[in-house]
């Protein structure tokens, strides 16, 4: 007999392991699909050395519970993937939620059923499972990409990804080793890499700007201030422009003496993190102050980088700093002061071949034992469109989004009824807390599924023409600040052929989530909400 839940919800990482809580608390039938052997999304795959989450751990938490609050206690001010990957197993044991997933199996196709108003998907052994409501917990940043090498087939050496690190240490003493790759992961990576190997080669096509994460072990004082005053803080959290607490400087870069300006930037630099990035209000809307902040940056990199020409090649200058997702490092510009590190410039030497021994370029060839991939994802989108998804009326969503995704407030995609998309395209996504966007997402797609069952309502798909107004609405957000300049994953630029167009909302997570509220509490607008007829 066929068994038809309430839910299914598709991935484990921090938003599939809140949808199943939030789930099941709401007294649903629900299944979780995961591909991993276990939870962590995200913070299971990615076990490369260094990986570290940008936002501050007592931050990138859940907030449902004030006794899981007191409990847990983060040892760093940003916390390691080992210590996430801990805190979210701690999470799934604590409120038992393990034994509501399949692990170690992956969608391959998701059919839904107009007439019955169900989701049929298939599992990669075979399995079908159904459900009325079908939450897409996929992640953001979840479809590894393998680059297409000419030769990569043929390389004998060891060939290692950031994005699936082996579960076991890797021993990299004694090797040569080629890094390829200089996004977050590269960058995060690189450092330890040069400390353990004989020597490292740094293939960089793109040079991101970094800045020190500045990363250190957190007081039992502080820890206990941050308990204490949890609630205050996840309440102002949670209408903040990108999830968690900051602060940008009073004045606009534009408005202050050089003076000033270059304190605020050095205040900023010496804080570490990410929120270099955000210290004028107009650093993302101004290419005048935009440039006060890169050559800020561009003379620090030339006074840590020892050689002039080394120091130009990790420059970007291909966009504005801040519109590539800026990273935090510890020690990689001063780690190519090394003997054993080597950086190579693929804009000025293209590699012409993976060969059985190494990487060939059009000026060099470099012998290495070791090869590791920091290749990056086909963010926001990748997960949902490598699944034979197929809604309503015949739509296939790889098809519908070959032009760029549409959605529905980046929780509804219009021709897939009762499917909810948590942390993709049209929603703030990456550019918020990801633990504060989780339960907003989550919280509002539980809200939905409630509503349809007691209003006896049993399918809602969002209409087009919402779709279609969110969708521009995110176009002219975006293209007035200067994210659009940059050949970045935001924009799918890293994807041979991908449709470039901004996919998260930049209007900052407090304004959208005054939005969806809107929607939800004016009896979701937007959405076809029908009964069908058996």
Known sequence: MTTTRDVIVVGAGIAGIYAMYRALEAGLDVVGIEAGESVGGTWFWNRYPGARCDVESVDYSYSFDRQLEMDWTWSERFATQPEIRAYLDHVADRYDLRRHFVFSRRVTTARFDEQASTWTLTTDDGVQHHSRFLIMATGCLSAPIRPDLPGID?????????????????????????????????????????????????????????????????????????????????????????????????????????????????????????LFAK???????????????????????????????????????????GTKRIVTDSGYYAMYNRANVELVNLRKHAIEQVTTWGIKTDDASYELDVIVFATGFDALTGALTSIDLRGARGAVLADEWADGPTTYLGLGI?????????NGPGSPSVLANMATHTEQQVDWAIDLIQHCREHGIDQAEPRADAAEKWTEHLGEVAAGTLFTRAPSWYMGANIEGKTRTFMPYIGGFGNYRRICDEVRDTGYEGFVLSRVSR
């Open 279 to 321: 210290t004028f209000p107009d650093q993302s809307t101004d290419i005048v102050a935009n440039d006060y902040a890169r050559e800020f940056a561009e003379a620090k990199i030339r006074s840590i980088v020892e050689d002039p020409e080394v120091a130009d090649d990790l420059i970007p200058k291909d966009h504005p700093i």
């Open 414 to 422: 219009a021709g897939f009824p009762n499917l909810i998309t948590v």
């Open 154 to 274: 043929d390389y004998a050496g060891t060939m290692l990804f950031t994005a699936q690190w082996p579960d076991q240490p890797v021993d990299l003493s004694g090797k040569r080793v080629g890094l390829i790759g200089t996004g977050s992961s590269g960058i995060q990576v690189a450092p330890i890499i040069a400390e353990q190997a004989e020597s490292l080669t740094v293939f960089q096509r793109s040079p991101n700007y970094t800045v020190p994460a500045r990363n250190r072990l957190l007081t039992a004082e502080e820890l206990r201030e941050v308990q204490e005053t949890y609630p205050q803080r996840r309440e102002a959290s949670r209408y903040a422009p990108a999830g968690s607490l900051s602060a940008t400087h009073p004045k606009k870069a534009t408005e202050v003496s050089a003076e000033e300006r270059q304190a605020a930037f050095e205040a900023r630099w010496q804080e570490g993190g990410v």
